[in-house]
């Protein structure tokens, strides 16, 4: 999935310029500007070998449960995009065990300078709510992104109803609140058009759809006493 770019109409994160632009696409100038950018980076910071091996063993140990996210914290910092792009998505991997702390610094960074960073925190978030064996925590994420702008809410959606096909209820009842409680009508519709498709897979169990028609019910009824 394009992050931020499903859209239509809504998001400007891309400007369309003429076809003399040698760079060619929007995409190819930002990659352009950010390699730019590590390069100048690498040069002010030289992380050099030692540097990067030490940074991969602390996220492959925190993937195995050996380091606690207070060792990798100092990465979502960095001034390498890829250095916090990847301990962004460790976040997400070990989803399970997230905490209160970890999905804060990760939701953070949906507003970072690089889109591949947003992008996994985008998906990280997703994750966390959808897996983390702690309620609290689930419920943080939801929080952060029912806060997030319409083009990052609409690609949540979307993240959220594959972990719902999976079998999570954490996400299904997210996406159910964004159907029922959020202001946007887009983003309600484009719920409701994942809940459809979620029923219809016959992947929610019967008490979710009950609840889910019980809200439709509602909102139906609130609906027809607002034109009388």
């Given at each position: 999935?394009?992050?931020m770019?499903?859209?239509p109409?809504l998001?400007?994160?891309?400007v369309h310029q003429?076809?003399?632009?040698p760079?060619?696409?929007?995409?190819?100038?930002?990659?352009?500007?950010?390699?730019?950018?590590?390069?100048?980076?690498?040069?002010?910071?030289?992380p050099?070998?030692e540097k990067s091996r030490?940074?991969?063993?602390?996220?492959?140990?925190?993937?195995e449960?050996?380091k606690?996210?207070?060792?990798?914290?100092?990465?979502?910092?960095?001034?390498?995009?890829?250095?916090r792009?990847?301990?962004?998505?460790?976040?997400?991997?070990?989803?399970?065990?997230?905490?209160i702390?970890?999905?804060k610094?990760?939701?953070?960074?949906?507003s970072?300078?690089a889109?591949?960073?947003r992008?996994?925190?985008?998906?990280?978030?997703?994750a966390?709510l959808a897996?983390?064996?702690?309620?609290?925590?689930?419920e943080?994420?939801?929080?952060i992104?029912?806060?997030?702008?319409?083009?990052?809410?609409?690609?949540?959606?979307?993240?959220?109803?594959s972990?719902a096909?999976?079998?999570?209820?954490?996400?299904?009842q997210?996406?159910?609140?964004y159907?029922s409680?959020?202001?946007?009508?887009?983003?309600q519709l484009?719920?409701?058009?994942?809940k459809?498709?979620?029923?219809a897979?016959?992947?929610?169990?019967?008490d979710?759809?009950q609840?889910?028609?019980?809200?439709?019910s509602a909102?139906?009824l609130?609906?027809?006493?607002?034109?009388?």
């Amino acid at each position: 999935m394009n992050n931020m770019a499903n859209c239509p109409a809504l998001c400007n994160h891309v400007v369309h310029q003429g076809a003399l632009d040698p760079l060619g696409s929007p995409s190819k100038r930002q990659r352009f500007a950010y390699d730019i950018q590590d390069r100048d980076v690498i040069q002010a910071d030289p992380p050099c070998l030692e540097k990067s091996r030490t940074f991969a063993y602390d996220i492959e140990q925190f993937k195995e449960g050996k380091k606690s996210f207070a060792d990798i914290a100092h990465h979502l910092a960095s001034k390498n995009r890829n250095f916090r792009r990847e301990a962004v998505e460790a976040v997400g991997f070990a989803s399970a065990n997230a905490t209160i702390q970890s999905t804060k610094h990760v939701g953070r960074l949906l507003s970072d300078v690089a889109p591949c960073v947003r992008q996994a925190a985008l998906k990280s978030l997703c994750a966390v709510l959808a897996k983390s064996a702690d309620q609290t925590v689930s419920e943080t994420a939801r929080r952060i992104l029912v806060k997030a702008d319409t083009c990052t809410k609409y690609d949540a959606i979307e993240l959220l109803a594959s972990h719902a096909m999976e079998g999570s209820r954490q996400a299904f009842q997210a996406i159910d609140w964004y159907h029922s409680q959020d202001k946007d009508p887009m983003i309600q519709l484009k719920a409701e058009a994942e809940k459809t498709i979620i029923f219809a897979a016959g992947v929610a169990t019967e008490d979710l759809c009950q609840e889910g028609l019980k809200i439709s019910s509602a909102k139906a009824l609130q609906a027809l006493r607002k034109c009388r």
